[in-house]
Each structure stands twice: as structure tokens, then as C-alpha cells.
């Protein structure tokens, strides 16, 4: 999957009502509650099982860095929402952490490289924002909005 840097995905141009919105404190022990979020969204929509795995990948890599390097220790909320297209699977979070947008310096991992060597950090959110079929990040309003969305087979 190559990342998507448009402004959103092409059928939420115009803002997508929500199947379900959770309001979490911005806290790592809320990690469970994002993930049951996530599955569950994933099992009413009968995502293949691969689907599932990246998408909840992807969720808990944002959640934690929100909550690590985005709040850095300071109380905030997580608003996680979450919908079924015919076409997708997508999970928003919003937050209120100074504006950053994850794919900023987001480098494919340095394979030539030996492993001692190699700098720490990015590659958490490198495998797992690779592993959807689209991530966009907006700035709206002073808050963070990042989106992930998987497709959905085809049925029929």
C-alpha cells in the first residue's frame, strides 16, 4: 500500500456520519477499549481476518503515539469514530495534542543497515500505516484528525 497524502478519502469529501464514536481519556490503559472499538466496527462489517489484523494495527499505533508523544504525559481525550462504506472500513481519531501529522519524516525502514546501528524510532508507525489502504491526516480547527480506512472485498 503506497500512502495516500490527498486530504481525504474520495466518498469523505463531504464529513461521513459516524456508525459509532468512543471518547477516551488520552491514556495507555484505554489502549483495550480503542482496540474492542476497532474489532468490533471490523466484525459488523465481516472484514477478512488480514483486514482486521492491519486495521487494528494501525489504530494501536496511532492511539499510542497520541497518548506518548502526542500528549506527552498531559490529561487530553481521544475521540475514536468509526464507519462501514460499501467501499471501506474507516476509524478517525481526533484529538486536541499540538498539531502533528505522523507521516512527517516517516522514512521506509534502512534494511542495509545493521540492526545496531539503525536509528530508534518510526518504524512502528512506518509498518502499520503501510499496512492500510489509506491514512490521511488533516489539521482541523487546532485539532489533529488522522483517518485510517481499509477496503473491503468485493461482494458478490
Known amino acids: 500500500m503506497a500512502l495516500d497524502f490527498g486530504a481525504v478519502m474520495p466518498e469523505m469529501a463531504e464529513p461521513a456520519l459516524p456508525q459509532a464514536t468512543l471518547h477516551v481519556p488520552a491514556e495507555l490503559e484505554q489502549l483495550d477499549r480503542?482496540?474492542?472499538?476497532?474489532?468490533?466496527?471490523?466484525?459488523?462489517?465481516?472484514l477478512p481476518q488480514d483486514s482486521v489484523y492491519r486495521l487494528r494495527l494501525a489504530a494501536d499505533e496511532l492511539a499510542t503515539n497520541i497518548v506518548?508523544?502526542?500528549?506527552?504525559?498531559?490529561?487530553?481525550?481521544?475521540?475514536?469514530?468509526?464507519?462501514?462504506?460499501?467501499?471501506?472500513?474507516?476509524?478517525?481519531?481526533?484529538?486536541?495534542?499540538?498539531?502533528?501529522?505522523p507521516r512527517q519524516g516517516m522514512q521506509p525502514p534502512a534494511l542495509d543497515v545493521p540492526l545496531a546501528?539503525?536509528?530508534?524510532?518510526?518504524?512502528?508507525?512506518?509498518?502499520?500505516?503501510?499496512?492500510?489502504?489509506?491514512?490521511?491526516?488533516?489539521?482541523?480547527?487546532?485539532?489533529?484528525?488522522?483517518?485510517?480506512?481499509?477496503?473491503?472485498?468485493?461482494?458478490?
Open 34 to 46: 480503542i482496540a474492542e472499538f476497532v474489532l468490533a466496527l471490523c466484525a459488523e462489517s465481516r
Open 68 to 101: 506518548m508523544h502526542g500528549y506527552h504525559g498531559v490529561s487530553g481525550e481521544i475521540v475514536v469514530a468509526g464507519g462501514i462504506t460499501p467501499a471501506r472500513v474507516w476509524v478517525r481519531f481526533e484529538d486536541d495534542a499540538p498539531a502533528f501529522d
Open 117 to 156: 546501528e539503525r536509528q530508534v524510532g518510526g518504524l512502528g508507525v512506518y509498518l502499520a500505516f503501510t499496512a492500510v489502504d489509506f491514512f490521511g491526516y488533516r489539521l482541523v480547527a487546532g485539532r489533529n484528525v488522522s483517518t485510517l480506512a481499509v477496503n473491503r472485498p468485493p461482494s458478490g
